[in-house]
């Protein structure tokens, strides 16, 4: 059996891939076995991979809420678009949690006087990080070589030279290529020759987006299942991009003038989403 990605390719469906996906959410074997059962009995031939996802999401929820929000990571870092101005900012958090200082939308001006815009300027006593973020509404994207290159050189223009951050002097020391997408593998090889750093959705292996998300807990508010996509936004636009933030400050959810129970239903959700990933 096939399934139909965004972009219209067909690719051989794997039941080992979708039952994995559904572990690395937290989902108990026997949850997954139930999933599979519920989800794989009205599936078909060319089935786009949106539909199979909500298929499963739907099951995964009925079971646990928390447990379908994790699932729906990927889903939720698409709706930090459509530019990707949230997703710069979540990239910056998660720089913050790592004890960095961060700050984001910057044009600084490189050695030859051209200006470059730098999405994430991240810096501690050591290292200065800058960070290029690559947003794509299109999960499935393959980000390809030409934009590393092209990263690189605004880099190399940048490198050694002295400005000022956080009230010291910021040295760029390295460069970050970010996006919730993915890279081909000449643009891994690309940069790891000349010493670019990348993340994406699942690559390096042990600091992907996927790994860092879970380790440190910070799924942003997009995750909840129990929210609309206008209260996400609203949400978003208040600067709480965190699950984690919206637990220490349920205050938010007044704006909203939710009943009790879904307020509580909400924070519970959010509670266990953080809890489960402490």
Known sequence: MNVKKYSGE???????????????????KEDVDKVCKTTLANVYDGIPTKEL???AFKALKEIKSSVAARYSLKRALQKLGPEGFYFEKWISKIFEIQGFNTVTGQVLEGKSKVTHEI???VSNKTENYVCECKFRNDIDTKISVTTPMYFFARFIDLKDKE??????S????KGFLITNAFFTTD?????????????SWNYPENRSLKRLTDFFGLYPVTCLTNLTEEEETILLSKNCLLVRELVKNPVLLDHFKFSEDRKKSIL?????LINESA
């Not at 400005?163 to 010291?168: C, K, P």
């Not at 910021?170 to 020391?173: K, Q, R, S």
């Not at 940069?191 to 993340?199: F, V």
């Open 163 to 168: 400005f000022s951050f956080f009230n010291r």
């Open 170 to 173: 910021f040295v760029p020391t």
């Open 268 to 272: 519970n959700e959010a509670k266990e």
């Open 10 to 28: 067909l690719v051989p469906f794997s039941e080992d891939s979708f039952r994995q996906s559904l572990l690395n959410s937290g989902a108990s």
């Open 119 to 121: 999405d994430v300027i």
């Open 187 to 199: 643009s891994i090889n690309f940069a790891k020759y000349y010493g670019i750093e990348l993340i």
């Open 53 to 55: 996802y909500e298929k």
